[in-house]
Structure formats: structure tokens, C-alpha cells
């Protein structure tokens, strides 16, 4: 069972769509082949919705108390979430928040014990949880601190366009302030490394962009490229990096200039999401770059619109499931060929003594 890549799913917010996108995604029998999931949740509340999905109905799951009792061709829960606490989809709410953290919670501690290989985490609502207790922005910072790393990197991901950010949940007036040259160098060191790791690049070219309308246009519309951006790119050159612009986002996904690097590097949220959003939405995956263990998270939000109504797009949490696998084996293909390297020797070739030839004039 071990050789198959264990993925913990997080249930996120009981009154969105998480349990309908999970269900959907794992409903399709050919997943029990590559990965043996388990959802760390409530299977009261999984049953509820499974029963608003009709095509699901002869989906086989299995309740555990702990991943070693996984089963390989089922789908695995873990009811971590006490039945005591209500779910009204449609409804953001706080017990749906305070399940959405138990839930996470669970599955990170398992995480860190390495009894699954990577997370999956379904959407939650930043303000219900921050009202709950949850003392992160976001996923991403959360993690990020729970694995001790001093940087992480949001990281939008489709398998032809990959587009990270430097400021992640932070508002728009504080973004210019807090982008300095060794952010902007961190986030390029972390995205250069995920590509090799992760995605298997070989020799990463990654695009910057500005921050200001035309990059600032030479100083006139803005001086953060010249005093910072640009001299960030210099010293990610000078560390073997190959990172180009800043380039105007506009004119830059406009011309689809994407598409011609391995990764883009965005200054701010919007900047990045808007046109990841636009071009990928049904199969976008957020990545959560730079940490030592894998997380995945399908690119949208808790659709309370669409909670318990059988509407919601499975795409973007099998996308999600998908890529958490591909990184757990790329990862493990990264280490095993750097795995006991050859000792480099130099060899010199022979010494000749120098020979004076007699002159017989």
C-alpha cells in the first residue's frame, strides 16, 4: 500500500462546496490507482451531500480512526470533526469555520508525522475563520509557519502556465511598501527550485513583472522597478537564476508572453490571480511552494452560491489531487538521481620531465 502516494483531503468549510468537489473527484474509480485518499472531516456531512449527487451513489468509503488503517481501493475518512457542530449549506457560518480548521489542523499533524505524503485542502472562508480563531491570512502563511520556514510561495499552477505572487493576502495600499529587493530575490530562489524539484524543469526562465502601469514607464509612472525590481532581477541573475523584465502585465499577458516562460513572477494577488483566473479557472491549482512537505488546493473559493445544489465544477480539486501526486514523484525522482553522487576527480595526465636536447653545432 505504502508504494501508492497517501493524499489527506481537507474538508474546508462544511456549508460551501468542498464536500460536493471531493466527492465528484474521487467518485471516478480509476483514482484508487494512483493514490489512496483520505479526508480528514465528518462522514455525517459527507454522507448528506453524497446524497444530493445522484451518479455518486456507488461510491465505497471506508470510516478509519487513523491513515494505517486506509484502504487501498476506498475512499478513506477520518472523522475528526465532532458531530456537534452544524452545517447549513449556502450559509457561511462558525461552526462550519471552526470545522474547517479542525479539519486542517488533523490532517497537518498527520503531515508532519509523515503518515501522508501530501495535503489537498479545500476552501475555507478567510473571514469566518479568522472570527474562529484561525490567526493566518491564509493556507499558505499557516503552513509556511507550522513548518518553520521563513518564506513559502503562492503558486498558481496549470501544467502550461504557472504564475506565483510576492505579496500574498495583504491589501493593496501596504503592497508597495512591502515589496523589497530581498522579497522579490526570495520568491524568485523558491520558484526557481519548485520548478526543478517539482515540476521537473531543467533549467528554469522565469518573467518579473512591474509593478506600476507600463513598469513605471522610465521613473515617470512609479520608481519601485528602478529601485527595486530591477536590482532584485540583477542579483537572481547573478546567482545563476534566469529571470527576466520587469515586464508591463498588461502588454505581457496580452501577447500571451506566458506562455513563453516556465513561470511568472507577480508583485501582488490580483495582479497574478486575475489573469490565472481568467485564462485557467476550471483547472487552476494553488501550490504552496518552497515548504518540505506538498500541498495542493483546487483555485476557487467555498461557492456558497452552489453549496448542496450538485452544480459545482470538480475540475479544479482533481487538477489539485492530480498535481499534489505528479510533486510527491517528482520529489522522489529529484532525490534518487542526486542520491550518492560520483566523487569528481581531476585528472592531470602524466608529468614529463623537461628534456635538453644538445646543440651539435
Avoid at 19 to 37: N, Q
Avoid at 255 to 263: E, G, N, P, R, T
Avoid at 264 to 273: I, K
Wanted: contains cysteine; negative net charge.
Amino acid at each position: 500500500m505504502r508504494d501508492k502516494i497517501i493524499v489527506g483531503i481537507t474538508q474546508g468549510d462544511s456549508n460551501g462546496i468542498g464536500y460536493e468537489v471531493i466527492i465528484k473527484a474521487l467518485s471516478d474509480a480509476r483514482m484508487s490507482e494512483i493514490c489512496i485518499p483520505v479526508i480528514y472531516g465528518s462522514s455525517r456531512i459527507f454522507g448528506f451531500y453524497k446524497k444530493r449527487i445522484p451518479e455518486t451513489e456507488q461510491v465505497n468509503t471506508n470510516i478509519i480512526n487513523g491513515v494505517e488503517d486506509a484502504h487501498s481501493k476506498r475512499i478513506n475518512i477520518i472523522n475528526c470533526v465532532p458531530d456537534n457542530l452544524a452545517f447549513d449549506p449556502g450559509q457561511p457560518g462558525a461552526d462550519g469555520a471552526k470545522a474547517a480548521i479542525i479539519s486542517l489542523e488533523s490532517a497537518v499533524k498527520d503531515l508532519k508525522k509523515g503518515k501522508i505524503d501530501a495535503i489537498v485542502t479545500a476552501p475555507f472562508n478567510k473571514h469566518t475563520v479568522r472570527e474562529a480563531g484561525f490567526a493566518f491570512p491564509g493556507h499558505t502563511e499557516y503552513l509556511t509557519s507550522e513548518f518553520g520556514e521563513n518564506d513559502g510561495l503562492m503558486f498558481l499552477c496549470t501544467e502550461t502556465m504557472k504564475i506565483g505572487v510576492v505579496t500574498n493576502h495583504l491589501s493593496l495600499a501596504k503592497v508597495s511598501d512591502a515589496i523589497t529587493k530581498d522579497m522579490i530575490l526570495s520568491k524568485l530562489k523558491l520558484m526557481n527550485e519548485s520548478l526543478m524539484k517539482d515540476f521537473a524543469v531543467i533549467r528554469p526562465k522565469i518573467a518579473v513583472l512591474g509593478l506600476n502601469p507600463h513598469s513605471g514607464d522610465g521613473g515617470s509612472l512609479g520608481t519601485e522597478e528602478i529601485e527595486v525590481i530591477n536590482p532584485a532581477i540583477e542579483a537572481a541573475n547573478g546567482e545563476n537564476i534566469l529571470a527576466f523584465g520587469p515586464y508591463s502585465p498588461d502588454g505581457f499577458f496580452g501577447s500571451h508572453m506566458q506562455y513563453k516562460f516556465d513561470a511568472v513572477l507577480a508583485m501582488y494577488h490580483d495582479q497574478g490571480l486575475i489573469p490565472f483566473k481568467a485564462l485557467a479557472f476550471d483547472k487552476g491549482v494553488n501550490f504552496t511552494a518552497g515548504l518540505p512537505i506538498v500541498r495542493t488546493s483546487p483555485d476557487h473559493g467555498t461557492g456558497y452560491d452552489l453549496a448542496g445544489k450538485n452544480m459545482a465544477n470538480p475540475m479544479p480539486m482533481l487538477s489539485a489531487i492530480y498535481m499534489a501526486i505528479d510533486i510527491c514523484k517528482n520529489r522522489r525522482l529529484y532525490a534518487e538521481l542526486r542520491k550518492n553522487p560520483l566523487e569528481i576527480k581531476h585528472f592531470e595526465g602524466p608529468k614529463y620531465e623537461k628534456t635538453i636536447v644538445p646543440d651539435n653545432d
